[in-house]
């Protein structure tokens, strides 16, 4: 199952609210699957309003911050933990390590790397050590414009 289909084809719509490596498997093909539905759930009531919260579950540093400040339940949730994803997948570490070593919180990290005019820099700063600089910026900055 993924993420397009959680979100168009259920109805109501689902979120998966806990989406981070742990939960992302490969098939032979290198396909991504996700796994542990433990706290996915609808993001509507029967009025078509999106749900509200106060039980607040997932990982942190993957929780959306409109989901940590309002509770509230929406596919946006998932789409923010995506864009982590391609993140720590680009840098070859945790959002966690990220926000120690540059000592920004979060959403200033990704300004940061999102940014129009600079972020191509600062994500070549950040990119996989173990990469050695041997990596196409061609390549990688598509993946930055994925994650914003």
């Known amino acids: 199952m993924d993420i397009s289909y959680l979100h168009s084809f259920t109805n109501p719509p689902h979120v998966h609210k806990d989406l981070k490596m742990d939960n992302i498997l490969l098939d032979g093909d290198f ?3 996700i796994s542990n539905f433990n706290n996915a759930r609808s993001t509507e009531w029967e009025e078509g309003e999106f749900t509200l919260t106060m039980h607040i579950v997932g990982t942190r540093g993957y929780m959306a911050p409109e989901y940590l400040e309002n509770g509230l339940v929406s596919t946006k949730l998932d789409v923010y933990s995506f864009g982590i994803l391609i993140i720590e997948m680009l ?3 945790e959002v966690s390590e990220l926000h120690r070593k540059e000592n920004l919180q979060l959403p200033e990290l990704l300004e940061k790397v999102l940014d129009e005019k600079d972020g191509k ?3 070549n ?3 996989d050590p173990s990469l050695e600089g041997n990596f196409p910026i ?4 598509p993946m930055k414009s994925i994650a914003n």
Do not use: A, Q
């Open 31 to 33: 396909k991504g699957k």
């Open 91 to 93: 840098t070859g570490k």
């Open 121 to 123: 820099e600062y994500l």
């Open 125 to 127: 700063h950040l990119m």
């Open 138 to 141: 061609e390549l990688v900055v």
